[in-house]
């Protein structure tokens, strides 16, 4: 046993904390100042084991600050740019991962980058490659209704995708009031006025579509009908590009139901 092993307090214990990245910090600061290593981190949204001790730990600004400001300095900034993402990602034991990664990185130094045998490494390079290639498909399948001027989307994305498309469409209509709202994470991206905020909702109704929307609708699905070549029509090939699970929030995909927002339609119709 390692002398740096020998002085660790191995007391099982799971950290609790808000959920925040800031709080995810704070759970690092921790880990070395009691010089322990939990068993899990989890936000205080889910469920915690019944037969382990859970600690919480409280957010400082200070400690997260301090930790911060330590990684770039023993890692490299790719480091502190890399577990950004990571957090954004739905691997289901992230926080876990991103505190063993940064354990191992303040041990290594920016070679931590490298070591892809180590399973925080590993399994946080697989997460961020999911966000980043889910963040680019939504670049192309978003679809925006208009209502009171103002253009609006909605999707269910895995991952928390909204920091990283927010400044692609702000760009793409930098002269538009629109809003898009993520269902899955209770998020919504707001954009007015050159200005852009992501803030967080309990819900979200999404507003009847006018008749000209209505029209605008069904002209936006005749044509997506009309350009397929009927002789090449080919299922498979289509949900390899466009995956299914984004369908429902895609206009050639739905239609407007009476007491919901967006049914979606089957293979047939």
């Not at 002085?7 to 808000?18: A, I, S």
């Not at 739905?90 to 980058?113: E, N, T, W, Y």
């Not at 803030?199 to 009908?225: D, G, I, T």
Request: positive net charge; charged residues 25%.
């Amino acid at each position: 046993m390692s002398k740096r092993r020998d002085v660790m307090n191995l007391e099982p214990v799971v950290y609790c904390y808000d959920g925040s990245f800031s709080g995810l910090l704070c759970c690092v600061f921790e880990s070395y100042d009691k010089k322990e290593l939990p068993m899990d981190v989890l936000a205080d949204h889910m469920s915690l084991p019944l037969l382990l001790p859970i600690k919480s730990i409280e957010t400082d600004t200070e400690h997260a600050d301090r930790v911060q400001k330590s990684i770039p300095k023993k890692m490299g900034g790719r480091a502190l740019y890399f577990i950004r993402r990571a957090f954004l990602t739905c691997h289901p034991q992230k926080d876990l991962l991103i505190l063993q990664f940064l354990r191992l990185g303040f041990r290594c130094g920016a070679s931590v980058m490298n070591r892809l045998t180590e399973e925080p490494v590993h399994a946080l390079l697989g997460a961020v490659r999911h966000l980043d290639n889910e963040a680019h498909l939504l670049k192309g399948f978003i679809r925006f209704s208009e209502s009171s001027r103002v253009l609006v989307a909605k999707i269910e994305p895995k991952n928390v995708v909204l920091p990283l498309i927010a400044q692609h469409f702000c760009e793409r209509y930098p002269d538009e009031r629109f809003l898009i709202f993520d269902k899955t994470h209770g998020m919504v991206l707001l954009y007015e006025n050159h200005s852009m905020n992501i803030c967080n909702v309990e819900a979200f109704e999404q507003p009847s579509p006018s008749e000209e929307e209505k029209n605008f609708r069904e002209l936006w699905r005749l044509f997506y009908k009309t350009i397929e070549i009927k002789e090449r029509h080919n299922p498979r090939c289509r949900m390899s590009h466009m995956p299914k699970r984004y369908w429902s929030c895609m206009t050639e995909f739905a239609r407007q139901g009476q007491s919901e927002g967006f049914v979606l339609l089957s293979e047939k119709s």
